[in-house]
C-alpha cells in the first residue's frame, strides 16, 4: 500500500464503526467511511471535540452538523521543500475539497518531474484530468511542470485557482479548463498536442457541462486507451485513480499495461492508498491508484 504519511496539517485520529475522526489543521471532523465496518470503543479524546460532523441519512446523502467551525479555513503540505496551501470547506457528499491521501501520489510524480532531463525548448507538460481542486494540478506546477488542468466544474476549477494562488503558484504555467473530459482529449489528438505526464482521476458517475453521462464501468477503458494517444515517445509518467470499490489495483496495472507500456515500455505498479490512523496504527485504505513510469 502507498500511505500518505508526511502530512503535519492533517491526521486521522481514529476510526471506527462506519466513522472517522479527522484532524484537519486546528479543526476536527468526523465523517462517515465504507471500510470503516469494525467497531471500537471511541477512547480517543477528539469523538467529545469534534468541530463537524457529517451525519448519514438511511436514505442516502445526508446533512453536516456544525460546531464551532469556520466556513472556510487552510491547511499545507510540504512537497520538494515547498509549502503548498489548500483552501478548505465543507459541503455536500461530505467532501472538503481535498483528499489528503493523494499527497502519496502527489511525492511520487513531483519526484519524478524534478529527476527528469528537461526539452530545451519548453517546460514538462503534464495533464490532468478530472483535475477537480487541484491537489495534483499544484503539485506538478510546484516541481516545474506546465499543467493543463480539466474540469467540468466551474466551481471546482475557480477554487483550484484560488488553491494556486494562496500556494504561490498563481503565475504558474497553468492552463485553467472547463470543460468535458472526454471531448478535450478527442481534440488534443486532433491538434497533435502530447504531454509528459498524464493525471487522471474519474469519478464513478458524472456529467460533463453540457449534460454529457460519464459512467465508470462503461467509460474508463476507451477513455484510458484514447488518453494514452496523447503521451510523448519520451513520457515520464501516467496516474490513474480510483475510488469505486469494484476498480481494484489488479485492474488498474492490466489496463496500464495495455493502454500505455505495449507501446512505450516502462514499468506499472497499482496498489491501495491509505492514511495511517493514530489511534490504533492501522492503514485506512482509501481507494486505489496505477502507475505507468519510464
Known amino acids: 500500500m502507498w500511505v500518505a504519511d508526511q502530512w503535519k496539517d492533517y491526521e486521522v485520529l481514529d ?15 468526523v465523517r462517515p467511511d465504507p471500510q470503516v465496518i469494525w467497531s471500537t470503543p471511541h477512547s480517543h479524546t477528539g469523538w467529545s471535540r469534534k468541530n463537524g460532523h457529517y451525519h448519514r441519512s438511511a436514505k442516502g446523502g445526508g446533512e453536516w452538523e456544525f460546531f464551532r467551525l469556520p466556513d472556510e479555513w487552510s491547511i499545507s503540505y510540504r512537497l520538494g521543500g515547498s509549502p503548498l496551501t489548500f483552501r478548505l470547506k465543507p459541503f455536500s457528499f461530505k467532501h472538503t475539497g ?35 481542486t487541484g491537489g495534483a494540478t499544484i503539485a506538478a506546477a510546484c516541481a516545474g511542470a506546465a499543467v493543463t488542468h480539466v474540469d467540468a466544474s466551474k466551481g471546482m476549477v475557480a477554487w483550484a485557482k484560488e488553491n494556486a494562488g494562496v500556494s504561490g503558484l498563481g503565475d504558474a504555467p497553468v492552463r485553467w479548463l472547463v470543460d468535458d473530459c472526454v471531448k478535450f482529449v478527442e481534440r488534443e489528438i486532433r491538434r497533435g498536442s502530447r504531454y509528459d505526464g498524464i493525471i487522471m482521476d474519474p469519478p464513478s458517475y458524472g456529467r460533463g457541462p453540457k449534460g454529457e453521462i460519464w459512467k465508470l464501468e462503461t467509460n474508463i477503458w476507451p477513455f484510458l486507451t484514447l488518453t494514452a494517444q496523447l503521451l510523448s515517445d519520451d513520457a515520464l ?4 485513480n480510483s475510488y469505486t470499490t469494484g476498480l481494484q489495483p489488479a485492474v488498474l496495472a492490466y489496463m496500464l499495461n495495455q493502454a500505455v507500456a505495449k507501446r512505450l515500455g516502462g514499468r506499472v505498479e497499482a496498489e491501495e492508498i491509505g492514511l495511517p490512523v493514530t489511534e490504533s496504527g492501522l492503514i485506512l485504505p482509501c481507494g486505489a491508484s496505477g502507475r505507468w513510469h519510464r
Do not use: H, M
Not at 476510526?15 to 471532523?29: C, F, N, Q, V
Open 98 to 132: 481535498l483528499f489528503p491521501e493523494q499527497a502519496a501520489n502527489w511525492e511520487w510524480f513531483s519526484q519524478l518531474l524534478r529527476d527528469a532531463k528537461k526539452p530545451a525548448d519548453r517546460p514538462l507538460r503534464v495533464l490532468n484530468l478530472f483535475a477537480y
Open 237 to 240: 509518467f501516467f496516474l490513474i
Open 15 to 29: 476510526a471506527t464503526k462506519g466513522e472517522k475522526l479527522e484532524r484537519w489543521g486546528d479543526y476536527i471532523l
